[in-house]
């Protein structure tokens, strides 16, 4: 059973870092798309990036330049460091995966960006 475990999320200043975790059981994440979405409030689930079996990283425009997506195959654990955040950014953040066409999502990690 494929099992997604977000932490890392929290408070933090306008400006500041972040690292978010994805911890993965069930399924290797070095051998499929992971990704990370956020929702906010009131708003729509949204792509933040992803990342291939191959390496390849993809980000939304929002994002680009300021957020990474990682992977540790050895720690079968899936990172996005946020930097330079925004008020914007507030949201609920969750890493998702699918496997034999079953999408599959973590509970979800708050961020809040504010001062």
């Known amino acids: 059973q494929v099992q997604l475990v977000e932490s890392g999320g929290g408070l933090v200043q306008p400006g500041g870092s972040l690292t978010l975790s994805c911890a993965a059981s069930?399924?290797?994440?070095?051998?499929?798309?992971m990704d990370w979405y956020r929702q906010a409030r009131g708003k729509e689930r949204e792509l933040v990036a992803a990342?291939?079996?191959?390496?390849?990283?993809t980000y939304a425009s929002s994002v680009r330049g300021r957020f990474t997506i990682s992977r540790d195959n050895t720690k079968n654990t899936v990172d996005l460091q946020m930097s330079s955040l925004k008020p914007e950014d507030t949201a609920v953040y969750y890493c998702?995966?699918?496997?034999w066409g079953i999408g599959y999502w973590g509970q979800g990690t708050q961020v809040t960006v504010s001062s």
């Open positions: 998702h995966t699918s496997l």
């Open positions: 069930g399924i290797s994440v070095g051998v499929t798309v």
């Open positions: 990342i291939t079996s191959g390496g390849d990283t």
